[in-house]
C-alpha cells in the first residue's frame, strides 16, 4: 500500500515568489494534515481537514498561506508570498480519523532565497 | 516555552554502544509517542506508552514512561548505523499531536 505522497520534494524560490505543495493521503484515510518542521525542531500542526472540510486552521498564518482540499482527497498548501522566514520542511500526514496513527509523507524541504 | 523538553539534542556515538534520550515536562500526560525520522523522511511511529511506570521493548529499543507520567526515556542497546535519525516524542491532545524538539543521534560505524 502506497504511503503519503508529497511533491515536490525540494523547492528553492526567490522571497516574494509563490510556492505551491501537493500532498496525496494514504488511500481512504479522510483526515489530512499539514505541518510545518523548522531546522532543529519537531513538526507544528498547520491545518487539520476533515473530508474537505478545514476543521482547524488556527495555526495557519492566513496573511501569507492557504490551503485547500477540495474533493477531499489530495490538497495543496500554498506560500504568496513567500518570506525568506518560510525556509523549512513542510509535512503532510493521514489518518483514518482523528485518533488513529498520523502517517508522515516525506515532506517538502522549501529553501527561500 | 516547550510543551516538552528533550535531551541532549545531539548524540554521536560509535556502533555497538548504548544510548539513552530522554523526553520531559512539567505537565502530566495521558500517553506519550516516540517517533524516529530519518533523513530526507516523515516522523514514523515508534511505540505508544500509555501507563506511568510502563516499560515497552521493540527489538532493542526499550521505551519507559515515568510513574509521574510526566517523563519518558528511550534507550538502544548495541546502536546500528541505521538507528541514526531524528528521535521525537510527542504527546497527543485529541488529534493535535505536539512534538518536542527532539535528540539528534549519529551512529558512526
Known amino acids: 500500500e502506497a504511503g503519503v505522497v508529497q511533491s515536490p520534494r525540494y523547492k528553492i524560490i526567490e522571497k516574494k515568489q509563490p510556492v505551491a505543495f501537493w500532498c496525496n493521503p494514504i488511500?481512504?484515510?479522510?483526515?489530512l494534515y499539514w505541518y510545518l518542521q523548522n531546522l532543529g525542531q519537531g513538526p507544528e500542526l498547520l491545518i487539520r481537514y476533515e473530508n474537505e472540510e478545514a476543521v482547524d486552521d488556527s495555526q495557519l498564518p492566513k496573511d501569507r498561506f492557504s490551503a485547500e482540499r477540495l474533493k477531499g482527497v489530495d490538497s495543496t498548501l500554498k506560500i504568496q508570498p513567500a518570506e525568506l522566514g518560510d525556509s523549512a520542511v513542510y509535512l503532510c500526514?493521514?489518518?483514518?480519523?482523528?485518533?488513529?496513527?498520523?502517517?508522515f509523507g516525506p515532506g517538502t524541504r522549501l529553501t527561500v532565497l | 516555552t516547550q510543551l516538552l523538553e528533550q535531551s541532549p539534542q545531539f548524540l554521536s556515538i560509535q556502533e555497538g554502544e548504548n544510548l539513552t534520550v530522554y523526553c520531559n515536562s512539567s505537565s502530566v500526560f495521558s500517553s506519550l509517542q516516540w517517533y524516529r525520522q530519518e533523513p530526507g523522511e516523515g516522523p514514523v511511529l515508534l511505540v505508544t506508552?500509555?501507563?506511568?511506570?510502563e516499560v515497552k521493548k521493540l527489538k532493542r529499543l526499550t521505551f519507559q514512561f515515568g510513574d509521574a507520567r510526566k517523563d519518558s526515556s528511550l534507550h538502544i542497546t548495541a546502536a546500528q548505523t541505521g538507528d541514526t535519525g531524528l528521535y521525537l516524542c510527542?504527546?497527543?491532545?485529541?488529534?493535535?499531536?505536539?512534538f518536542g524538539a527532539g535528540t539528534t543521534v549519529t551512529v558512526r560505524a
Open positions: 488511500s481512504g484515510h479522510n483526515t
Open positions: 500526514a493521514s489518518s483514518l480519523g482523528t485518533i488513529n496513527e498520523q502517517f
Open positions: 506508552v500509555v501507563t506511568g511506570g
Open positions: 510527542a504527546v497527543r491532545n485529541d488529534y493535535k499531536l505536539s
